[in-house]
């Protein structure tokens, strides 16, 4: 693919015509869509589920859907979002063993979602080190850097993150996305690409612009 890849993120849109607006950010130059699920518990936010997933899918076939989970569970979901049409599945790194007491173990969680034909992803908050992720590495078609606390779209980028970005950019295999969300815009993204980041996800910047395809090609670089 042309790289870097930016990802609208469907929670900036209009929930009353989510796909329609999904369908103009892609048309504006957006590569795939950012979905982000919380269930009220690993974040105080609800947001969407599999119901949101199926109805993009539906009205979007071709598009690809990035499915960002902020959720304590995720293992309940593997089987419901890949019949809603995931096509990658990104976990936090927060809700695995040994860091959370019964948590999932990452190593199981990444089978079974390649075994169900999604791009496995695992992510890390601000304050969580590279080791969290680094056993899983080579199983991980993405790894995502959250440059806000997750819960909600904008907020302010938070710079100190990129020092993980640049040393998880020397461990990835050069076929495996690095993914930074939160924060992001045309003014945010150099920092971002310049660390390695090859995956921009943009929500309240692309969707509040009144110019989307001029807010891409900025976050892009092109
Ligand atoms: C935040 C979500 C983000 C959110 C980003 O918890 O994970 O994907 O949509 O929104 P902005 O781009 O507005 O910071
Ligand atoms: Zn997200």
């Known amino acids: 693919p042309r790289l870097p890849l930016v990802a609208p993120s469907v929670l900036a849109a209009d929930f009353g015509r989510a796909a329609g607006d ?3 950010a892609l048309a504006a130059g957006g590569d795939l869509l950012h ?8 974040v105080p936010n609800l947001s969407m589920g599999g119901g949101m997933i199926a109805g993009l899918r539906k009205h979007l076939p071709d598009a690809f859907l990035d499915v960002h989970l902020m959720v304590e569970r995720p293992h309940d979901y ?12 990104s976990f936090h790194a927060e809700v695995c063993r040994p860091h959370r007491v019964h948590g999932v ?3 199981d969680l990444i089978a079974s979602i390649r075994d169900a034909g999604m791009t496995p992803g695992m992510v890390i908050n601000p304050p969580t080190p590279v080791s ?7 199983g991980l078609g993405l790894v995502l850097v959250m440059s806000v606390f997750p819960g909600a779209g904008g907020q ?6 990129l020092t993980k970005c640049r040393e998880l950019r020397t461990r990835l295999r050069p076929t495996t996305r690095l993914q930074i969300d939160g924060g992001i815009g045309p003014g945010t993204a150099s920092a971002a690409r310049d660390a390695g980041v090859d ?5 309240s910047a692309v969707f509040g612009a009144a110019d989307r395809a ?9």
Do not use: K
């Not at 979905?35 to 690993?42: N, S, T």
């Not at 969290?132 to 080579?138: E, K, R, S, T």
């Not at 001029?214 to 092109?222: E, K, L, Q, S, V």
């Open 105 to 107: 173990d990452a190593g």
């Open 214 to 222: 001029a807010t891409i090609a900025g976050i892009r670089g092109a």
């Open 156 to 161: 302010s980028f938070m710079p100190e993150v």
């Open 22 to 24: 999904a369908a103009d």
């Open 78 to 89: 593997v089987g419901a979002f890949a019949e809603a049409g995931a096509n990658s599945f």
């Open 35 to 42: 979905v982000d699920v919380m269930d009220g518990h690993f």
């Open 199 to 203: 995956l921009l996800v943009a929500g």
């Open 132 to 138: 969290w992720v680094a056993p899983y590495l080579d």
